[in-house]
């Protein structure tokens, strides 16, 4: 009976070393994607560094409306922000292929649903960006004109126009990045539409008595027909 | 760099006819006014008078006939009044059809105008081309001719106008325009951009040979705003002649902005295009004027300023942070305490002003931020000038309103040096 037992012993201490060893391939395979990822991605960081830096990129984000980006980023640069965004790539890609090296089913199909995630990924940060862009716009837009109709509120119409924008674009990002669609599409209906019923309450009820200062002192102005209208620009 | 051309237009088909009849001319008149029939009778009268038997052609604007109908009419050879024994010259009268139901605005309609004008010049082979837009009152004798004889002599090639000083009206050209382009191109001109002038067909021909298009369009405010530009960089000969006053119409105030961005962009676009011209000009010297002014009677009015001061405070207020990428520290904290004063202490000093106008120019160059906002954002700090401008002149006569924009005028020329140095090293100071 002991020889059976020492036997069995033997049969699964076998076993287990030679699984080990199938699977230490696998592990150096991964060790060595890992450093070889992190040189490439230390190597091409610096780079792609230099590049936006010399291209003046914060300052040009900054005219493009998105300086709310380097609130964000590390030392409020954005181009750091960028830079460390491509290493990180780069590191995960190392990651994925020393994963994908141990030749397993599992392992393969979670490589291969990560990398069928990406354009996903890469298509909501292109939405979140655009987006900030628009709204800055719109937002410049109605400021200066609500101003320029010396509207008292301007400021709330611009923030107003702005949420709006921002609030639309994060729903689209979230549906194309497929996390719970249907109730992201529920969300933000309700969202939108209590923003802009809010808007309305504002306008017509909630800031009756802005409403009613701003058009007192419209009809408490003398007629401009006769005095205010002197002025001849051209 | 860009400049800014004309593009060659075809003669409109319902003018070739008529043109063709005409086969030659020596100079070429567009009225876009609205004359009565009597001010355009007297208009004739007044082009018969020219002396050396020029041959003259008027398009007078027609606004209510169909090019179909404006095509079948045949060119007036003599205005009625006008004996063929004491004229000295010909002159035919075509209809001007001007409805162009698509254009966007009347800057558009104007180039539209001014190009099928200088293209039916170019084909008549004229010496000179006159475009006459403004409805005048007090003017001279023979104003017309005014326009027409420093072409027809072959003395100048761009004839600008100069129109009597009334202390409220013309008040962003006199502000901001003549005192911009006196200071840049030195020359002295009441009015650069018209509307109302003369050029020679050499200047209409240089502005078609352009090399390329001013990437912001041709449209009206681009070819008035290159007039006085283009003959001072190319040391043209530029005179000025009295015409009287202009009958303006009421201001819109809710238009005061897009008016400014009408205008304000093509001269920002011209300082771009001709930096380099500009920036070597160092006094200004006046233009040749060729008949005196006379003194109109003025018409006195009480000026209300509260809404242009409030309109300024409220763009303090609420404008900061897109000011803030356009205007230095220095001026964003003049403006913050210019907009604490009440409005019968309101003072806008002639210094920021003109600063304020550099670094708006500025940052139209550079794009600090899109151009449509950058224009549109500038309205309340005009506002506010004006406020301030209608207080210093409210009871002041026209010799003391001359003196307050010559005042001006020194106060820009004082401060190119402050445009030079920024809009040659514009990192060295970034808002």
Redesign the interface.
């Known amino acids: 009976m002991w020889q059976q037992v020492r036997q069995a012993l033997n049969q699964s201490t076998t076993d287990f070393i030679t699984r080990l060893a199938r699977l230490l391939p696998g592990f150096v395979a991964l060790a060595i994607a890992l450093v070889i990822s992190l040189v490439a991605a230390w190597i091409i960081a610096a780079i792609v560094r230099r590049l936006l830096i010399g291209i003046r990129f914060d300052s040009r984000l900054e005219r493009w409306g998105a300086s709310s980006l380097a609130e964000w980023s590390p030392r409020r640069s954005p181009a750091l922000l960028v830079s460390a965004m491509v290493a990180c790539a780069i590191v995960v890609t190392g990651l994925l292929i020393g994963v994908a090296a141990f030749n397993s089913e599992i392992t393969s199909v979670f490589v291969r649903s990560v990398f069928a995630y990406v354009p996903n990924i890469v298509g909501a940060i292109i939405v979140l960006f655009v987006g900030a862009i628009v709204a800055r716009f719109v937002a410049r837009s109605v400021l200066i004109g609500a101003v320029n109709l010396n509207l008292g509120y301007a400021r709330l119409l611009s923030m107003g126009a702005k949420w709006l924008v921002i609030v639309l674009t994060v729903a689209m990002a979230l549906v194309h990045l497929k996390i719970a669609a249907g109730i992201v599409e529920l969300a933000f209906g309700i969202l939108f539409g209590g923003i802009v019923f809010a808007l309305a309450l504002a306008v017509g009820l909630g800031s009756k008595e802005l409403v009613t200062r701003s058009l007192a002192r419209d009809t408490k102005k003398p007629p401009v027909e006769v005095l205010e209208e002197p002025f001849r620009h051209l | 760099m860009a400049e800014v051309t004309l593009e060659a237009q075809p003669v409109p088909p319902w003018a070739v006819k008529s043109i063709e009849e005409i086969a030659a001319a020596d100079i070429i008149i567009g009225i876009l006014a609205d004359l009565s029939q009597n001010e355009m009778a007297q208009v004739c009268t007044d082009l018969g008078t020219l002396t050396g038997n020029p041959r003259i052609v008027v398009l007078q604007k027609h606004p209510t006939a169909s090019a179909a109908q404006v095509g079948d009419s045949e060119p007036k050879v003599q205005p009625e009044g006008a004996s063929s024994e004491n004229s000295s010259a010909s002159l035919w009268v075509v209809p001007w059809n001007l409805q162009e139901p698509e254009m966007p605005s009347p800057l558009a309609t104007f180039a539209t105008a001014c190009s099928s004008l200088f293209a039916a010049g170019e084909k008549l082979g004229v010496r000179g081309c006159c475009v006459v837009v403004s409805n005048l009152e007090y003017a001279p004798p023979k104003w017309v001719c005014r326009l027409a004889e420093p072409l027809l002599d072959n003395s100048f090639d761009f004839v600008a106008p100069r129109y009597a000083v009334?202390k409220?009206?013309?008040?962003?050209?006199n502000s901001i325009i003549a005192r911009l382009t006196r200071s840049l191109y030195g020359r002295r001109l009441q009015s650069p951009m018209g509307p109302d002038f003369g050029v020679s067909l050499s200047l209409v021909q240089d502005l078609s040979n352009g090399n390329s298009r001013n990437r912001d369009g041709i449209d009206g405010g681009n070819l008035l705003a290159s007039l006085a530009p283009r003959t001072a960089c190319e040391n043209l000969r530029v005179c000025q002649t009295y015409l009287g006053a202009r009958r303006?119409p009421?201001?819109d105030?809710?238009a005061?902005?897009s008016?400014l961005s009408q205008?304000l962009g093509p001269v920002f676009s011209n300082m771009e295009t001709n930096a380099a011209c500009w920036q070597r000009v160092r006094n200004s010297t006046p233009v040749r004027t060729l008949n005196q002014t006379q003194a109109i009677p003025q018409?006195p009015?009480?000026?209300?300023v509260?809404?242009s001061v409030?309109?300024f405070q409220?763009?303090v207020r609420?404008?900061q942070d897109?000011w803030g990428?356009v205007l230095p520290p220095a001026t964003l904290l003049e403006l913050r305490k210019l907009s604490r004063a009440a409005a019968e202490q309101h003072h806008f000093p002639d210094e920021l002003w003109v600063r304020i106008i550099y670094d708006f120019a500025l940052a139209h160059r550079l794009?600090?931020?899109?151009r449509e906002?950058l224009l549109?954002?500038f309205?309340?700090l005009y506002l506010g000038w004006?406020a301030s401008y209608?207080r210093q002149v409210e009871g002041a006569g026209p010799a003391a309103v001359e003196e307050r924009f010559e005042r001006l005028a020194g106060v820009y020329e004082a401060e190119k040096p402050y445009l030079v140095s920024r809009w040659r090293w514009p990192d060295r100071f970034?808002p």
Not at chain 2, 367 to 370: F, K, M, S, V, Y
């Open positions: 009334r409220f009206e013309g008040l962003l050209n303006n009421p201001a105030s809710a005061v902005s008016l205008v018409q009015r009480t000026v209300e509260g809404h409030n309109s409220q763009g609420d404008l897109i990428l794009r600090a931020i899109n906002h549109h954002s309205t309340p004006l209608a970034n």
